[in-house]
DNA sequence: CAAGTTTATGCAATCGTATTCAGTTAAATT
DNA sequence: AATTTAACTGAATACGATTGCATAAACTTG
């Protein structure tokens, strides 16, 4: 008569079995009678009863929730956070949900304990790590979750040493669509902004598709056209005024993101040049508001909702037992204003 | 000495004391002796301790969890996801991190049994209600919300028999003064985009602050200049369709949300007219993509920041107990070149 | 019809922590 | 010195489900 929370004991009595049989019942197990099933079911309905979630996941040891560990540049302190990010957000928490897991959101700096934290703490049954940015350090640590038996999947590269699952955006494949374009266009002095040493794999990646493509075109590949840029939008304009200031003559950029891409076409258009007449601008990512921007960016698409939809996949697998592969996702390329033609 | 996890009693045996003093010193129970606690949780350190959330949040009933539901327009099914909402869950996840607080993220239609579904289910502390749309129903189901004794907030307007804490920004005010800054431009003919019936309580505060300002200029409030729209760009698009069709003069539109400005924009340019020459637009939100887009737009900003913080804390308040007021957010009229002058 | 199977069910033991209640010292008070 | 008080600590229990094991009834089968 308790004032308290109904329990599986509360429609046990209501029904006239016992709570396993319940527990059992509202779990569709094989194991009851499907009248009693019913029967137990409807009187759940009645009592408004809901599974407590916590007690279940305590005494089975997992809480049918993802966890998705955001890492963000330390620089980023208090701006918006990467619209790309946001979006795979977005899109993997609606791929899970429609496998009936929770997502459970969480920011993370880089230095944090963050490997043991969800590892140990019985929050998720896996983590999805998410983020551009520096990495040092960070193989380390995903070897600790590998060491800790910890399922996860990484959105990214596949790093040196990056042991465990990653998804990831054909990177190289994309840049080398993305610069070839350019130079049908015409194009031969093509800067790149994107960091190559420091920061993330991704960006490596792209500027090796960058480079790639210059040579199969019989270009040459100068290392004095590359500018470091992490992922925002200042970073683009502080690479164009390297570029100016470096007296190199250039027709083209490819940024290694769109926020650096906006950064460096509203530099350039301070510096009086016309894009894409003098200088033709590619970046990557296809975040919204590339299409928004004008002139509106030629970019590399990368498909968030495919990308979520096999990072849920991929990890639920493991989670499962099963055996899974590293897989990578084909980028395409969307052509649009800023590079002419 | 079996393999599995490390549990309190784990270190309660390696520091020599009970595994009550252990869930004591790990919580900063003033109950122990310093130098135990202390003692213990160097040992926790060694260990890779790390207390399991599942089983504290059984014995304790309470989870350190917030959820977020998110109401999607049943009609967008696969199409990317309001960019004004991410960033609110970005910038609330944030808050309830400096607070400590995990966040859980789910999507929601409006026909679910949400309701149900986390006020029993135990697995969130309290619930944060986002969302546009059609209401309709809603209403009822936060009573019941309320009635379950579930602590919730809710972010938007205080609609009728809207019981519970509401956080929203003035929506009157931010339209009113969107309005106004257009007449004050010499528009004459201002249309208002964004539906006043079947919509959001949001929507519907816009156009009374439209109105307002209308008539505190002196102007006539026509009807006919009001046209649906969901928050949608194609919505954007249709109205503006209907607008012309109308054959009604007009020289300017206020649309409810920015993405509708943005439909209307590019419709309204391919039909030939000028933006701001010809017509002024002024949207609402301040997406990232408003500073982005071709005219950029004007747009009354919602500090989406303040508005994750004020959510968490009002939430985080009404879990302690204690008692709270619902809160209005004053918006603020960023003018750029969409609306001219 | 006896023996073996299948089908449903209940009992009781977990899962790992928080917390109540009852000590056991050591310090303070009279 | 006797007694109260304060400061810690530990044993035991509760949180609400899941699940291994035992068992009874119903059903096969040779």
């Known amino acids: 008569m308790g004032s308290g929370k109904t329990t599986s004991f509360d429609i046990a009595h209501r029904a006239g079995v016992s709570q396993a049989t319940v527990s059992r019942a509202l779990r569709d197990s094989p194991l009851v009678n499907p009248k009693t099933r019913e029967r137990i079911k409807r009187v759940a309905r009645e009592l408004n009863y809901q599974v407590d979630r916590t007690a279940a996941g305590l005494r089975s040891q997992h809480s049918h929730t993802l966890a998705i560990l955001l890492f963000e540049d330390p620089t980023t302190d208090d701006s918006q956070i990467n619209p790309f990010f946001l979006s795979m957000l977005g899109n993997i928490t609606r791929a899970a949900a429609r496998r009936n897991y929770d997502v459970l959101v969480s920011f993370q700096q880089l230095s944090d304990d963050w490997h043991i934290k969800y590892q140990v703490s019985n929050r998720a049954d896996g983590i999805i790590l998410l983020g551009y940015g520096d990495y040092s350090g960070f193989a380390d640590k995903v070897d600790k979750l590998v060491k800790a038996k910890a399922r996860f999947v990484v959105w990214g590269a596949t790093g040196p040493g990056l042991s465990g699952q990653t998804i990831g955006c054909d990177n190289a494949s994309g840049a080398f669509d993305a610069t070839s374009h350019l130079i049908k266009l015409g194009r031969k002095n093509i800067a790149f902004f994107g960091g190559t ?62 926020l650096i891409a906006i950064g460096a076409i509203k530099r350039l258009r301070a510096e009086g040049l016309r894009i894409p007449t003098d200088v033709s601008v590619v970046g990557f990512d296809n975040i919204p508001a590339a299409s928004y921007f004008n002139p509106s960016l030629t970019t590399v698409h990368q498909d968030t909702i495919a990308a979520g939809e096999q990072l849920v996949s991929q990890l639920i697998g493991m989670i499962k037992g099963e055996q899974r592969e590293s897989q990578l996702l084909q980028p395409s390329l969307v052509i649009r204003g800023s590079c002419g033609g």
């Open 197 to 258: 040493t420091h920061n993330s794999p991704e960006f490596r990646q792209r500027y090796e598709g960058y480079c790639k493509a210059l040579r199969a075109a019989g270009l040459n590949v100068d290392a004095g056209l590359q500018f470091d840029a992490d992922s925002q939008e200042t970073a683009g304009a502080s690479a164009t005024v390297s570029l100016l200031e470096s007296g190199k003559p250039f027709d083209a950029i490819f940024a290694a993101s769109d």
